[in-house]
């Protein structure tokens, strides 16, 4: 089992483009969080999703920013016309939605320049 | 609105000293809590949660609700200790967690 796996690993936008990070649960998990981490800071929940749902988003801004978890393939984070604040490791965790244990990737680390 | 502090960002000890990293949160229902840590160059993962009771590496952490706490200790630090720890809280239905901001652990020879 591979884990958690998400890419890319590091990804430089300019201003006002677009970011996809995508993130591939561990087998068997149909249960998908994001978190993000800005820099000297913890961990802040963003979105929790199951297969083809959002659950909570809560943790979302309100513009710019979006998720999803389609019936095939990844989850996707999207933010739309990036800015220099959006600079940060953007975590996925994924779980059985059984045990309350959650399995983290490794993150993606955006950059804007 | 749960929250959870860590008022300790960094902290050193000496191999063989105890070692006790502070956790308080908020939170008005019955919370789950749980520490995860991240060793250098490895992903987040759990160390152990209150329900567990259990020791994992040595480090145990007890739930004091009266103090909303959930510190957690080592009597005897070991180098392989050193890493970042995070203390995080679930609540409610959506089992989404809620992360102190971290303290980074230190273990000197």
């Known amino acids: 089992n591979a884990g958690v796996m998400q890419n890319p690993r590091h990804l430089v936008r300019r201003r006002g483009q677009e970011a996809r990070l995508r993130c591939s649960p561990m087998?068997?998990?149909?249960?998908v969080y994001w978190y993000r981490q800005l820099p000297e800071e913890g961990l802040k929940f963003m979105v929790y999703?199951?297969?083809?749902?959002?659950?909570?988003e809560s943790g979302m801004p309100k513009e710019r920013f979006s998720a999803e978890f389609p019936k095939e393939g990844p989850s996707i984070l999207r933010i739309q016309q990036v800015v220099r604040g959006d600079s940060a490791a953007y975590f996925c965790?994924?779980?059985?939605?059984?045990?309350?244990?959650?399995?983290f990737g490794e993150g993606s680390r955006l950059t804007v320049l | 609105a749960q929250r959870v502090t860590q008022p300790e960002k960094l902290l050193s000890v000496f191999k063989g000293a105890p070692v006790e990293l502070k956790c308080n949160y908020s939170?008005?229902?019955?919370?789950?809590l749980f520490w995860y840590v991240q060793y250098s160059r490895q992903r987040l993962q759990l160390l152990l949660r209150?329900?567990s009771r259990e020791s994992i590496k040595g480090f145990t952490a007890d739930l004091n609700k009266g103090e909303t706490s959930f510190h957690l200790k080592k009597p005897f630090a070991q180098e392989e200790d050193s890493a970042m720890y995070y203390c995080?809280?679930?609540?409610?239905?959506?089992?989404?967690?809620?992360f102190g901001s971290g303290t980074q652990l230190t273990v000197l020879p």
């Open positions: 965790a994924s779980s059985n939605g059984n045990t309350g244990e959650l399995f």
């Open positions: 087998k068997g998990h149909s249960h």
């Open positions: 999703l199951q297969k083809e749902n959002i659950i909570d």
């Open positions: 939170y008005s229902g019955s919370p789950e």
């Open positions: 209150h329900i």
């Open positions: 995080a809280l679930e609540g409610g239905s959506a089992r989404q967690l809620t």
